[in-house]
């Protein structure tokens, strides 16, 4: 038996899956964020109890894998260690001085985010590399017995070691961190060329801090766990879920816990990716809105695509540039939207707006009765029928809709227009915002959103997928089971991983060929060890080689990945054939003359994705009738209310074909079909819509 | 049927869509581009006209200096091939800096776009090439000819077909010929995808009423928000550091109702040198600070900006006569906004800021191990405090421009940063301090010497305080610890070592007697 929890803002949900069959059990609970073991503690034994229920016996379980937005929330919430920073001498202010733009041109007051370390906390060393790793100065006794010194005073709990031209040549870089590790064992240390092995001081800078700044409660918070999940499951091993979308084990997590930051969503995204799979569907965008943030994410092929820097800790949400850079693989999700608590205002010029601005959970939408008074997405939801005020969240939480409607009427008296028609205005902007949004990132990544089926998940997604999908003109939406606990699902199915990456600037064909093979090979032997460590059979492990290229005189790249194979100088041709067709397929036609350049290489490891085809532990699928009644709901295209089926959705057996308009219901969501579609009900339980009007 | 009425409902939605479309052209460009100033400055724009060269809708990246530039380069360029003569596949080009955006250095491409057979809109791209020709950008140019290619109102192509009789002449004239035409192609290609992206959303709606709306809706935004400006004429002056003598900079700035305008008579005289700003770059500077002060959230197009006007007497360096040389137009332009906030401040105290310095830069070209190389660095400064918090230390203003990693810069010439820091204590004093500029120092280390150009702001003329707080320490260039002065270009041999020091910010109000802690 394996489980899998996923730590949440609100809840802290759990799955527990017994194989063969794949059989699942759900359990959820509220977040402790005093203590966030103790939900995992709760979650973990309700999940054992169903399980002992339903087969009579206690299974053994193997593994646990955790997925958690700790170390996001540390670093927004500025609440880790106390950490100094080592550097080259001339490099002292990089942190402070950041990149030196502005992320919004025309705010003459804009935030700027404060540096994880303070200028009284960095020290200066006396040594210097060249951009070819050579040595200019070298690294003397003295000038290290000073640093250390400076250090013992500073009085930090953690230290980052970042030096110029170290994504080259580590030599210094590791002279000082044994220094630190003999001198004062209990310090957490991260050397820059461990945790981002590449080019660009300040983003290299800016991923060791933060990695130094999160380890100490990492390592606290992961020992802790661990120790909780072997008095319940004494030889289950725990993995930690990473933002590139695999697995690793809890050691190597607390060594780079800045890998971890965009774990949650990953697992969600994994999730999706798992029902499209186990129906045939390759080309996929993964949409996921739940309250408070709405992403998407292209992938091709059955693999999301990696995104190789990261932006944590924004000081303005929606805003690129006003965060802290981290460089780690994570699955290229965009936040496309604010989700359903994004309040509706009118903007200077009388246009009805909604968001970035959000509710939040407190006070939340208007029709929660929590004190809420803006109009959000989810009172716009309700007013047109989409959301049943009786069943939201199994009936556990009555919406109000004389509070929905009166927000909603105070927007609609200032517009002079009516409130189901400023109603489908908010819905009608927030779906084309995050179409918009969405339409750009498959552009960018060189796809046709006409041959993609979109797989929704999260709270909110099935409410807007299909009018979602109808504006991207994607003719598909695919629904799996368990939406409200979708990234244990995705947690269950990832593979273990294992990302190494180093900066080595040269033409292709000016590149020693020789040394790329060697370092693949010290990398790999590396890599090995810890997919090892998380449990990886080294028979089933697939290898890739990835080159972040350029036309040189270029200065973005475009990221190519090849199956590993033997580096000699023969590969130059597979590597230029790769670039060009990416090249072509994002932007049109090549540059006559230019010369191919590698910027940075990479290697993943990662064991076999196996598909999951997921079903109910307990019986609650294919029961009694389905049918819960009628309910008027506003179609967009017909410009008017009717009253269309709802269904009970696990009520509905598999290979059901049904027609929409129509809405089916489920605990933690709601899918609705405003448009005419075929509706069928697959053998794993996942929803099928099919919109009539792209057939 | 063709949507032809908008509430402001659908009106969001459409004009959304057509600002996304404008930004994922505008993403490609800028990711294919060869030239450092695209990428690492936003020194491009990609803009939508109807078909009168009115802009719909404009890149929301880019920089201000092209605020307004290319809806004039699309009415010049369509002066000389009238509408009617276009046909699909047809691109138009220039680099008159009059025509386009101030300088030879930006190419401006704009591609008809076609639905149904009937012109519906234009697509223009300009960005800053990697290079044109002639002397490496420099202030110390005296005339245009010095400057590189002029490139006159041309067609590029011709339904399809590239005129290779032109791309011969741009081939000959420039140093990377491969990367200045890689960029001028990627316009096209960026046109191109704009009108692909286009035609969806011009089966839907008629984009002339959609286009129309969207002017009327800016147009009345804006002009409320001057309309809340007390009615008066308001002076403010700045100063460069000039050559033989200082180049002033005096604006007058006329509230009137629900129209602003900015006069520049009494500013100095056109120059010999390259620092002239035509009138197209004078307004894009001052547009652009109006609407920093009175109402940023309003979106860049044509109709924002219908209620403001720019005037200078000819021959005056904010309205300059040909040959008059403008590669670095920049550093006068942009002084334009520290003068309209000094003008300003009078009524609006609160929203402005006190000057700052904009970006320095220097480029290094020579041999290094056989090759050939070519390198900038860009360098920002103190920007100026406001009525309610210090200055910004190192950030980039009214432009935005990253800097060059020490590791980027390094990799791409034979030189060395031996430091590159903040200079503590070059911002003004005063209720609120002045943000500090850089302290840069390099030590060239190449096998033979190169070449180096510097572009040097606010070396000699301080930021100016506001409300009695003090200026901020002026920036300097040294050679082997000796000043030089940046008009010139200088030769470093190997060991050689540069310092640049970036200007700090002015203070705001004055300082109190007791120190206040930062």
Redesign the interface.
Known sequence: MRIAVDIGGTFTDGIAVVSPGDRIWVGKTLTTPHAPGEAVTTVTADLLRQVAAARATRPEVDEVVHGTTLVTNTLIERKGARTGLIVTK?????L??G????Y??????LE?PRALVPDERIIEVEE?L??RGGV?QRLEAAAIRRMLDKLAALQVEAVAVCL??A?VNDAHERQIEAAIRKRFPQLAISVSSGVARE????ERMSTSVCNAYVQPLTADYLGNLGERVRELAPRAKLRIMLSSGGFTSGQAAAENPVLLLESGPAGGVLSALNAARNNGIHEVLAFDMGGTTAKACVAVGGEPLIAHSFECSRVSRFKRGSGLPVLIPSIDLIEIGAGGGSIAH????????VGPESSGAVPGPACYGLGGTDATVTDADLALGYLNAENFLGGTMALRTDLADAALGRLAKK?K?SVP??AW?IV??VN??MT??A??HI??KGHDPRNFTMVATGGAGPLHAVDVARNLRIPRVLAPIAAGAGSCLGLLAAPARVDRSWSS?ALVSETDWPAVARSVATLREDAEAELASAGARQTGLKWFIGAEMR?A????NVSVTLPATKITAAFAPQLVREFERRYKQ????L????HPQVMTWRLTGRSDIVNRRFQWGDQRAGGASSARGRRSIYLPLEKKFRAVPVHDRYSLKRGTRIAGPLILEERESTLVVAVDARVNVLDDHSVLIEIREFE | MRQTTF???S???H???LV?MV??AS??F?????S?LV??ANDFAVLLTDPQGRSIAQSSAS??SFIGTLPATVKHLTAKFPVHTLQPGDVMITNDPWMGAGHIHDVSTVTPIFHRRKLVAFAGVVSHM?DIGGRIRNAGNREIFEEGLQIPRLMLMRAGEPDAALIGMIERNVR????TL?DI??QV?AG??LEE?LRPLLDDVDLDALSAEIRR??E??MR??IRAVPDGVYHGHSEHDGFEEPIHIRCAVTVKGDRLSIDYTGSSAQVPRAVNVVPIYAFAYSA?AV???L?????NNEGSFVPITTSAPLGSIFNPRYPAASGGRSMVGQLSVPAIMMALSKVLPE???AEGASNSSITLTGMDRGRRFAAVNFM?AGQGA?QH?DG??????PS????T????F??SAPV???????RRGSGGAGRYRGGDG?HF?IEA?GDSPMMASMIMTRYRSAPLGLFGGEPGKPGGLFLNGKAIDPAEHWMLKTGDRVVMQTAGGGGFGRRRTKRRRK
């Open positions: 001339g490099a002292r202010d990089v402070a001085m990149r030196e733009w502005r919004d041109m025309y705010d003459l007051n700027i210097r060249d951009a200019v110029l031209h994504y080019i660009r001081e300040y009118i903007n200077d010029l009388g246009l009805l707006n517009l227009m028609s400023v205005g009608g902007i084309g915002n918009a949004a339409r750009v552009a960018e600037p036309y005189g270029q200065g973005h994002l932007y049109g036609s540059v006559p003359g230019a | 509430d402001p409902i009106l969001e939605i004009w959304r869509r996304s930004d994922e993403a490609a800028v990711r294919t581009s060869f450092t990428r690492e920089i201000p990697p990377v010929p491969d990367q890689g192609f990627a290609a191109r995808m992206r809706r800016s009345a935004g409320k928000a652009y609407k920093a002060v109402c940023h959230e309003i979106p929203r402005v800021i920002n406001a918090r910004y230390t190192m950030l980039s203003f935005n421009l990253s800097n990693p020490i590791e980027i390094e990799q060395r940063v031996v430091d590159r820091s903040i850089l120092e280390v």
